[in-house]
């Protein structure tokens, strides 16, 4: 086993080898233009982003010509919610979102209301979930859009999204969600769902770092964005810029293979996510989890009931310890605290905030995201190493006088493995 183990699935993922393979020739010798028309360089380039947006389409269950290349999901929520938000203004300047959204929605939000926008930010429940009926209360006759995200990137909580978009479409406000963590993940599609913008990238689903696309609904209605990038008229006039071909093969080749592999690797990933969790409760107290409530599954991690949670996300905190010392003690597993993207800053994240982790509990916060190159002896070693530096912590910290439950105490010594 190689060490440190990789667990930290949600901030970025390996390069699936397939995926590689499918890049390489367009990285060597076929580096055409895919907006070169008169050479066969130009033609070759222009047939792979044709397959690889064919892909991707196939995956969110949309048309090829609905899909824009971007250079990542920040792009693709920022063209996402700006432009459709400026592109809407006549009709109107309401906009809505959650709490718990990625910064990328929630920045674009802020730049909105800098521009005259209203921007509703809904406070989602204890789990992280908000409910048809609260957007249904939050929307005016001058909403235009709203955001929110498919699945969480912090606490893996899964939206209700399918029967939140069923409350907006038939007034006619347009629907965006940030899918990134949730494709391929979670069964996903943006007819069942009735989303109208889409935004994904390549690195959360073991493709390349800086390539993403934005679903654009083309009818039933047709949306509409102002572009945030001009140019040279690329992507219908949507993202002006020469395509980033190899990006875009090696998102079309990770479309597909998320796709074909979804039903069986969501079994594999809930039981080691489930196995990691039982692991570590059963060996010490004073464990919080955090989002919603796991799923209960049968041995094979087919589901017995619904499922609101990503089947890869543990997100825990432990009583009486700091997170970056744990972090730090459980130095053979690459783990993120919860507020991962925002790491330089000493707060707890905003999403632990949003659903009422207490203070103490938030700054303790694990995020363990499981992916497709975690085998059962790393979760097995990771759940020893998680026993051992929260023991070490406690004792270190430990008040033999405080009788507080789950208080700062040393926890039973592991049992095994
Ligand atoms: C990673 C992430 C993003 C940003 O994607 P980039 O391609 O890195 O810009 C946006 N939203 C969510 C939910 C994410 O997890």
């Known amino acids: 086993m190689k060490t440190p183990i990789y667990m930290d699935n949600h901030a970025t993922t390996p390069i699936d080898p397939r995926v590689l393979e499918a890049m390489m020739p367009y990285l060597t010798t076929a580096f055409g233009n895919a907006a070169s028309r008169n050479h066969l360089y130009g033609w070759e380039a222009e047939a792979a982003v044709d397959e690889a947006r064919q892909k991707v389409a196939e995956l969110l269950g949309c048309s090829a010509g609905e899909i824009v290349f971007t250079s990542g999901a920040t792009e693709s929520d920022n063209l996402a919610i700006m432009g459709a938000a400026r592109h809407y203004r006549e009709r109107g300047n309401h906009v809505v979102t959650c709490a718990t959204e990625h910064k990328a929605v929630l920045d674009s939000c802020a730049e909105l209301e800098r521009e005259g926008f209203e921007v509703t930010v809904l406070a989602p429940d204890a789990y992280g979930q908000i409910s048809p009926e609260q957007v249904a209360g939050a929307l005016t006759e001058r909403t235009i859009l709203v955001t929110l995200m498919l699945a969480n990137n912090e606490i893996g909580t899964v939206h209700r999204l399918g029967e939140i978009a069923a409350v907006c479409r038939p007034r006619g406000v347009v629907?965006?969600?940030?899918?990134?963590?949730?494709?391929?993940?979670?069964?996903?599609?943006?007819?069942?769902?009735?989303?109208?913008?889409?935004s994904i990238t390549a690195h959360k689903i073991y493709g390349p770092k800086g390539c993403g696309a934005l679903y654009v609904r083309g009818k039933s209605p047709?949306?509409?964005?102002?572009p945030l990038i001009h140019g040279g008229g690329h992507e219908r006039g949507l993202r002006s810029g020469t395509l980033n071909v190899p990006g875009i093969v090696g998102l079309g080749k990770a479309c597909e293979l998320a796709k074909a592999e979804l039903p069986e690797e969501s079994k594999r990933l809930r039981r080691l996510r489930n196995r990691l969790h039982e692991g570590i409760v059963s060996r010490i107290d004073g464990v919080r989890l955090n989002g919603y409530p796991l799923p209960s599954i049968d041995a094979e991690g087919n589901l017995e009931g619904p499922e609101w949670r990503l089947p890869g996300n543990l997100n825990v905190s432990f009583g009486g310890v700091e997170g970056e010392a744990l972090i730090t003690g459980i130095r053979d597993v690459a783990v993120s605290s919860g507020a991962a993207c925002t790491s330089a800053s000493i707060e707890p994240s905003h999403v632990q905030k949003a659903i009422g982790v207490p203070d103490e509990l938030a700054y303790s916060a694990i995020r363990f995201g499981l992916g497709r190159f975690n085998t059962e002896a790393e979760v097995d070693y990771t759940i020893g190493e998680v026993v051992r530096a929260v023991c070490e912590l406690r004792t270190a910290g430990a008040d033999p006088t405080d009788r507080r439950p789950g208080a700062i105490r040393a926890a039973d010594p592991p049992q095994s493995g």
């Open 175 to 198: 629907v965006h969600t940030d899918a990134v963590q949730g494709v391929g993940k979670v069964p996903f599609d943006v007819e069942s769902f009735g989303v109208d913008l889409a």
């Open 222 to 226: 047709r949306v509409r964005l102002s």
